[in-house]
């Protein structure tokens, strides 16, 4: 997953860690699939194609992904969160791109 072809949107939000703290980033979403960008430098935190995230759910002003690459025996979780309207936003255009 080199370069994302085509258009991509992109969302501001906070990526939350396990210990609590979270990282502003840029989630970018595209139909090559998502991408986690350091949001002062653009550099690339996570990346994930399409086909790796195997579901989500939105829980009031949060995204939760949760993804298995071939190399992963259980499930990770990934939380994104914003204010509601940017959740939702990026649930609808994740949702667009899982569907085309």
């Known amino acids: 997953m080199q370069d994302f072809k085509g258009i991509s949107e992109k969302f501001r939000m906070n990526l939350a860690h396990h210990d609590g703290g979270t990282d502003r ?3 970018q979403i595209g139909l090559d699939g998502l991408k986690l960008l350091n949001a002062s430098d653009n550099r690339t935190m996570r990346s994930y194609e399409l086909g790796h995230i195997s579901r ?7 995204l939760i992904l949760y993804t298995r690459t ?14 509601d309207s940017t959740v939702r936003n990026a649930l609808d255009t994740l949702t667009c791109c899982c569907m085309q």
């Open 25 to 27: 980033v840029v989630v």
């Open 56 to 62: 989500w759910q939105s829980r009031g002003g949060s």
């Open 70 to 83: 071939p190399v992963d025996v259980e499930e990770r979780q990934t939380t994104l969160s914003a204010d």
